[in-house]
């Protein structure tokens, strides 16, 4: 036996090293973002949108699309309409965040200020490619049900673009449909914001 | 001085210091390690005797091109090596085989989500088989099934070797392995249902991670049972590396999973602290131990320096943990923990080429033995992609060319590069090492072999070339605002179709592999002589090895 000096140096090593990673990448930034408040004017989710961002989870929306706008400095993010730089006061309410690291499909971070057309979001997730040509987005249709027949009282029924239009079929949207299309329409931080991280914790000090 | 500029200085300072501590420390001694403390994973007369249970064994054209010899084992290092490898064999052998079948399932999930990408009406009336979920799938098949078992079941398998130590604990690895696996079939199942926590790399449901956690930590306690028992009077390099990655992984899986502490942005900081880390505190480091043992064991020469070896573990270790922020570069992070991430990618370089020169310099050039021995062909094609992997890692960290490829198809073919061409390559040539020494039977087929890496190869070539070149014009076009965001998509189309090829390719060679590895599993053929102990070449010590056979046997 060697006296396991070599274990020392590596049990000793390996968590003085993630100790201090861990401190760097979490803890740190653990402190300095707790103390950011939400902005007056972003609102809490309500039942109906906090459903829809769970769908919006649970389908991968997040593989494809990011939720965080670029400063214009860095990057024309700005000039595609996909709004300012976003800060961290943005996802006051955003549990787990969803800022993303793909762009298949632009930045929704205000997608809601965009586009708010229940009507155009409900069509385009059944089916993308009535609405934008090329688009490479998954159909959503198991997100509806289709019938023949009038649609019942309450239900919402689609419309899509007369080229891809079914005759004689009522296309109703799910109460995932609903609420993944109000999630996105709540998607809106427009609102002006001008404090970095920094100032803001200035402000709460 | 702002609060910002005063942690940049401080985790600068600490950085400094800690490489100043770390050099003085080497100079002192205090690490004692001489160059002869690579010969630890040889016998006393080893060195110039190649080892390659997947080559030919009944020619010696490994042998001729590392050198003619007249070294050889004894009797008795020999019989302790067949004990140490029979301690390791079953344990490794269970999660080999449950790794194999994560390959095939993660394989499926990855053509179908790739097919979706340039077909996007194919397989749209169920929910699992959105691509937001195929592809969720795909990930946690091959990052928690084959490549986590496939680490572990190699790492237990170096373990009595590195340390000439019998495996203590094996009980623990089939509980474990128990566990793991039905904690990630339920895991991925409940991907494919629409339950997820959300985050990237942190899919699965933490009450199955629970049982993760218990799963992993029983299949990593053997390890240090085995060290507390250990016989050799110095720990090999490799032992290092699997070593710590046993220590970090189960830490960084635990906090990364805790439900209900991170939040927002922070958990955004928290999810690629979590996901740099799973490749460069495991990954990396189970990948390297494997490829700085079998090098040089392969070619029977010790590793050029080793001292560059530690210094290449602890620089990676200390760099390496800290480059997660590069994952949110222009996003709304702090921009002081992001900067720190661009300056540790950066120092990665100097581990990246500690690893780079060390294992070329090992090689030496002696292609002829790479091209004979189906274990190098596999290791040092990872051991390079590695290296191009890291290099490509450090620079797409800058500034000025994340703007291009952040948020692109490009960064998914740079993970692959990582993951599959440097991680899983090494795990192909070390389960090719391995598999004989479990079942003591020979490869059926070496067509077989030889089909599997030219179809992986070519097919990640495919792959990778075509991806990059897509996601550079992809995020070239977005950063061009005079295009429409249309523009960055339709580019890409050719490259995602090419991708989709070139993952058949890959899927078709885990096919082959996966055969193969059945075949020899149920020892299919004829046994040849003599027992896959030692080549049939210069074999001046056979009828000792014989007789330890047979003596084992008995034992």
Known sequence: MAGHIDEKKLFTGALVIIAF???????????????????????????????????????????????QPRDAKYAPDDKRGWGRASTAADYAYDKVHLLGTMRTGPDLLNIGARQPSQDWHLGHLYQPRAYTPGSIMPAYPFMFVERKGPAKDGEVVINLPPAYAKPGITIVATRDALGLVEYLKALDRTYPIKKTIEQSLEKAK | MDGTALILLLTFLVSVTGLLVFIWSMSNGFFNTKQSASHIIFGQNEI???????????????????????????????????????????????????????????????IIASIKLHEPDWLVSQAWLTFGRMRSIHLNSVIYGWASMAGVG???????????????????????????????????????????????????????????????????????LTLANRKVDHLYVSV?????????????????????LHFGVQGAAMNWWYGHNALGLWFTPIGLGAAYYFIPKVLGRPIYSYNLSLLGFWCLAFFYSQVGGHHLIGGPLPTWMVTLSIVQSMMMIIPVFAVAVNHHMTVGGNIKAVIHSPTLRFIVLGSMLYVAASVQG????????????????????????????????????????????????????????????????LGFAVYFIGLTIGGWLQGVAMVDAAKPFMDSVAVTLP??????????????????????FILISLRYGTKKEPALLI?????????EAKVAATELKRG
Request: charge should be neutral.
């Open chain 2, 154 to 224: 190699v790492s237990l398998w170096l373990i009595p070797r590195l340390l000439k130590t019998p495996l203590v604990g094996a009980k623990f690895v089939y509980w474990g392995a128990i566990i793991w696996h039905v904690a990630l079939m339920c895991g991925v199942a409940a991907i494919g249902a629409g339950y997820t926590d959300g985050m990237e790399w942190l899919e699965m449901p933490w009450q199955v991670d629970i049982f993760i956690v218990l799963g992993g930590a029983l299949m990593g306690l053997p390890l240090f």
């Open chain 2, 48 to 110: 110039g005797l190649v080892e390659d249970p997947a080559s030919n064994q009944t020619n010696n054209e490994l042998q001729e091109a590392a050198g003619e010899t007249d070294a050889s084992l004894t009797q008795k290092e020999l019989s302790d090596r067949l004990i140490a490898d029979k301690s390791s064999a079953l344990p490794a052998f269970v999660c080999l085989l449950t790794a194999m079948c994560w390959l095939i399932v993660g394989s499926a999930a990855a």
């Open chain 2, 495 to 516: 490259y995602l179709k090419s991708r989709s090829i070139g993952g058949g390719l890959m899927v078709l060679g885990h096919l082959i592999f996966m055969i193969h």
């Open chain 1, 21 to 67: 990673a861990t401190l760097a990448l979490v803890v740190m930034p653990y402190v300095q973002l707790k103390h950011v408040k939400a902005p007056a004017e972003l609102k809490p989710y309500t039942d109906q949108q906090a459903h829809g961002r769970k769908v919006y989870m649970s389908m991968g929306c997040v593989y494809c699309h990011s939720q």
């Open chain 2, 535 to 543: 080549p049939k070449v210069n074999i001046p010590f056979i009828k």
């Open chain 2, 394 to 457: 450090s620079l797409e960290a800058l500034r000025s060319v994340n703007v291009i490829t952040h948020f692109t198809h490009y960064t998914v073919a740079h993970a692959h590069l990582g993951m599959y061409g440097f991680f899983t390559l090494v795990m192909f040539g070390s389960i090719y090492f391995i598999m004989p020494r479990i079942v003591d039977w020979e490869w059926p087929h070496p067509w077989m072999i030889s089909a599997h890496f030219w179809l992986v190869a």
């Open chain 2, 240 to 260: 290092w590396y699997i070593g710590a990655a046993l220590i970090w992984f189960p830490i960084l899986f635990f906090i990364a999973n805790i439900p209900n």
